[in-house]
């Protein structure tokens, strides 16, 4: 696409930046969600497969931040990527973009000084990540030059839009609760938002059955199961449509935040005060 794009003379800036933003949506939509499951996975062809697929999107930190942060304290303060009640989607964007980031390399820095290493050790992944990044820009600017690697980077910035969109749905408003013993309760199925609608789940290959993908993180998704409604909340809409309400904040609070507050009724009726969340 980049290589056309570069050498076509009748495309319109309009049509290139349509374009880019249709590359990009599938790219978020399929790419980074066959990212995510190959991830997960024990195998190591798959995750280094997982690995170039985000470099493909200049998202490789992604990896780490999902596994080492988000699958650990979502429904928590320290997961940037469990949307806040009330956050709307454009403040939360903007939000991870600065956040994700940095947790994912204090993550990495943990565990690498958790294991006596300095953190520019060579098995901080974050070199493969560069590397990895660098060569996706290489083959871009190969393609189209400087250009290519403008045309490149946008379609990543849409595919990691559609990425946090998804993100954004998944676990918005949904709190843990806070122990006496300054921890916090482990991941249930309520703590996500789950959608059974089959179009949708055919195209997010299961995703949308996220309570489970949350009990056993490395199951295939052909294998993932649907919660009952009385043990995990359910979505009024695929996440495809809940994504496009979710860029108008006001319908989407207005469909959404009545959910929430019957969701904290019902898992935490003797919640009173939700300014610190459940505890």
């Keep these: 696409m980049i290589w056309w794009i570069t050498r076509s003379t009748h495309l319109s800036g309009l049509e290139i930046i349509l374009l880019m933003f249709g590359m990009g949506v599938v790219s978020g939509t399929i790419g980074i969600v066959y990212a995510h499951e190959l991830l997960h996975q024990r195998n190591r062809l798959e995750r280094w497969l997982g690995d170039l697929l ?35 989607f454009h403040r939360f964007f903007w939000r991870v973009l600065r956040e994700c980031p940095a947790s994912a390399w204090a993550a990495e820095r943990a565990k690498l000084a958790r294991a006596g290493r300095p953190v520019w050790h060579r098995s901080n992944p974050f070199w493969r990540y560069g590397a990895l990044q660098a060569g996706a820009l290489v083959l871009a600017f190969g393609l189209g030059g400087w250009l290519g690697v403008g045309l490149f980077a946008l379609q990543a910035f849409f595919a990691i839009w559609q990425l946090e969109l998804t993100n954004y749905i998944e676990h918005y408003g949904l709190t843990r609760r806070l122990l006496p013993n300054g921890k916090y309760e482990p991941v249930r199925p309520h703590h996500s938002w789950n959608a059974p609608h089959r179009a949708s789940n055919w195209l997010l290959i299961n995703l949308q059955r996220h309570s489970d993908h949350h009990y056993k993180p490395d199951r295939r998704f052909p294998l993932l199961q649907t919660y009952p409604q009385d043990t995990a909340p359910m979505l009024p809409m695929g996440y495809p449509a809940m994504g496009v309400l979710a860029m108008i904040p006001p319908l989407w609070r207005r469909r959404m935040n009545p959910r929430v507050r019957a969701w904290r009724r019902q898992y935490y009726p003797d919640v009173t005060d939700w300014k610190a969340g459940p505890a």
């Design 54 to 88: 985000l470099a493909s999107v200049l998202y490789s930190h992604f990896r780490t931040e999902h596994l080492l942060v988000h699958h650990i304290h979502v429904g928590t303060p320290r997961d940037a990527v469990s949307a806040r009640y009330n956050e709307g």
